[in-house]
C-alpha cells in the first residue's frame, strides 16, 4: 500500500446474530503506524456542518461507528479525493499534508486512530495556509 495516499481499509466482522456485529482491527490492519492516540466524536445536531484542518505530520484512521460522514481530502498537490464513511467495519486511512473537510450528514459517533498525541503544532486550520504547501 502507498502510505501517501488516503485509502479505505476493510476491517474484519462477525455477525452473531440479527442486529449485532463485532468488528475487529489488527494483523495487518495495524500496520499503518503505531497508534499513539484514540479518541472519537460523538456528533449529535440534526444539521449539516463542516469541519476542515489539515495535519503536518498525523496519520489517522477515521471509522464511522455510527451514521454517515462525507470527508473531501485535498492533497497539496491539488487532488481531491472524496469518501462517504457509514460503515463500522471501514476505516478511511489518511496521511499527513491532506485538507479534510468533514460533512457531518446525521448524528453519528466517528472513532479516530492518530499516529501522534494531540498537538495543536501539527495543525494547519487555515485554507490558504495550506495552499502555501501546494506545488
Known sequence: MNKNLPKIISYDSLNQ????????????NLTFFNIKRFYWINYSAHE?????????SL?????AIDGKVTISLESTDGEIFEYNIQRPNEGLYIPPMFWKKIKYKKPCVLLCLASEPYDE??????YEE???FQK
Not at 18 to 24: A, N, S, V
Open 17 to 28: 446474530f440479527e442486529g449485532k456485529t463485532i468488528t475487529i482491527i489488527e494483523g495487518k
Open 48 to 56: 449539516i456542518t463542516n469541519s476542515e484542518h489539515a495535519h503536518k
Open 59 to 63: 496519520h489517522q484512521i477515521i471509522i
Open 121 to 126: 503544532n501539527d495543525y494547519i486550520r487555515n
Open 130 to 132: 495550506f495552499k502555501l
